[in-house]
């Protein structure tokens, strides 16, 4: 918690001072909520103005746009018009964020001033934009955006599979430590499985997956993904199928062409051998009350080691 504390008084510092008319409205004033489908796949929302044609000062509204499963979220602007930059050269008076998922999580990019703006697309099903005005009473006439709902790629499905798979797990250790009555310690493995993802993160397996590599870290054959299979009645086989997925994406999509193999945590066998004592150590020293079997020699065996 007060690395957290830490972290978010890092953050506010970068963003450096801000004068008290740039302070926003902290309740959402609108929130909308679209959903498209497969019949469906287009819609449309333009940021309500007054009788001048302008937006009003101090308004917040939300909108969150779900897609069909398989599916990701591109929203394009147009007709883009808002306050511009603040004294600091960041949108610190109008402003639209753009979140990848719901509100808070996942920011993608922030637009203000006038002019087109890039489209911005989601990873997964859901897509967030929300737009802020402050009280200055600088205003202008806002803008209009598109959502539309693209079909992912196979890769994108496999490696989403493999992040919710995480999520999944993360939830079910903290569920089960907790039925030992030991808030800390449930904290802790939770964390603990967190830190073990984070380390995968480093990979650096979906920025990896390129289309049109020449040179793959194992086999480049998408068809040697294994998914993940997560069992809440057995958490042992739901940790290994994770070890696999995450093992199995790398041999499918991972590209190596013009690697900096300096960097030696890209390097196939330093992934197989971080994957392998990550099971390691989880199973005989930090999950040992979950009583998974560990064997030398037993991750070799599995399919795809």
Request: overall charge negative; proline content about 3%.
């Given at each position: 918690?007060?690395?957290?504390?830490a972290l978010?008084?890092?953050a506010?510092?970068q963003?450096?001072?801000?004068?008290?008319?740039r302070i926003?409205?902290?309740?959402?004033?609108v929130k909308?909520?679209?959903t498209?489908?497969?019949?469906s796949?287009?819609?449309?929302?333009?940021l309500?103005v007054?009788?001048?044609?302008?937006?009003?000062?101090?308004?917040y509204?939300?909108?969150?746009?779900n897609?069909?499963?398989?599916?990701?979220?591109?929203?394009?602007f147009?007709?883009?018009?808002l306050?511009?930059?603040?004294?600091?050269?960041?949108?610190t008076n109008?402003?639209?964020?753009?979140?990848?998922?719901?509100?808070?999580?996942?920011l993608?990019?922030?637009?203000?001033?006038?002019?087109?703006?890039?489209?911005?697309?989601?990873?997964?099903?859901?897509?967030?934009?929300?737009?802020?005005?402050?009280e200055?009473?600088?205003?202008?006439?806002g803008?209009?955006?598109?959502?539309?709902a693209e079909?992912?790629?196979?890769?994108?499905?496999?490696?989403n599979?493999?992040?919710?798979?995480?999520?999944?797990?993360?939830?079910?250790?903290y569920?089960k430590?907790?039925?030992?009555?030991?808030?800390?310690?449930?904290?802790?493995?939770?964390?603990?499985?967190?830190?073990?993802?984070?380390?995968?993160?480093?990979?650096?397996l979906?920025?990896?997956?390129?289309?049109g590599?020449t040179?793959?870290?194992?086999?480049g054959?998408?068809?040697?993904?294994?998914a993940?299979?997560?069992?809440?009645?057995?958490?042992?086989a739901?940790?290994?199928?994770?070890?696999l997925?995450?093992?199995?994406?790398?041999?499918?999509y991972?590209?190596?062409?013009?690697?900096?193999?300096?960097?030696?945590?890209?390097?196939?066998?330093?992934?197989?051998?971080?994957i392998?004592r990550?099971?390691?150590k989880l199973?005989?020293?930090?999950?040992?009350?979950?009583?998974?079997?560990h064997?030398?020699?037993h991750?070799p065996?599995l399919?795809?080691f």
């Amino acid at each position: 918690m007060k690395l957290f504390y830490a972290l978010t008084s890092l953050a506010a510092a970068q963003r450096g001072f801000q004068p008290a008319d740039r302070i926003w409205n902290p309740d959402v004033d609108v929130k909308i909520a679209e959903t498209l489908t497969v019949d469906s796949l287009t819609d449309s929302w333009t940021l309500p103005v007054d009788g001048s044609g302008k937006y009003e000062p101090n308004k917040y509204y939300r909108v969150t746009v779900n897609g069909p499963e398989g599916h990701k979220i591109r929203a394009d602007f147009s007709n883009f018009r808002l306050e511009g930059f603040g004294f600091s050269g960041t949108c610190t008076n109008d402003k639209v964020d753009i979140f990848d998922g719901t509100d808070g999580n996942n920011l993608i990019t922030t637009y203000c001033g006038k002019g087109a703006r890039d489209s911005v697309k989601s990873t997964g099903t859901t897509l967030t934009v929300v737009f802020k005005s402050n009280e200055n009473g600088i205003l202008d006439t806002g803008f209009d955006v598109t959502f539309t709902a693209e079909a992912l790629p196979v890769e994108d499905n496999n490696w989403n599979a493999v992040t919710s798979h995480y999520e999944q797990l993360y939830l079910a250790i903290y569920n089960k430590y907790g039925e030992f009555g030991n808030a800390e310690k449930q904290a802790n493995k939770a964390a603990r499985f967190t830190l073990t993802m984070t380390k995968f993160y480093q990979f650096e397996l979906k920025e990896r997956t390129i289309a049109g590599c020449t040179k793959f870290a194992r086999s480049g054959d998408p068809d040697h993904f294994v998914a993940p299979v997560f069992d809440a009645d057995d958490l042992c086989a739901s940790l290994d199928s994770f070890f696999l997925a995450v093992k199995s994406y790398h041999d499918a999509y991972a590209c190596i062409a013009g690697t900096d193999y300096a960097l030696k945590h890209l390097r196939p066998h330093v992934i197989e051998n971080v994957i392998q004592r990550q099971r390691f150590k989880l199973f005989t020293l930090k999950f040992t009350e979950l009583n998974c079997e560990h064997t030398l020699g037993h991750l070799p065996t599995l399919d795809g080691f």
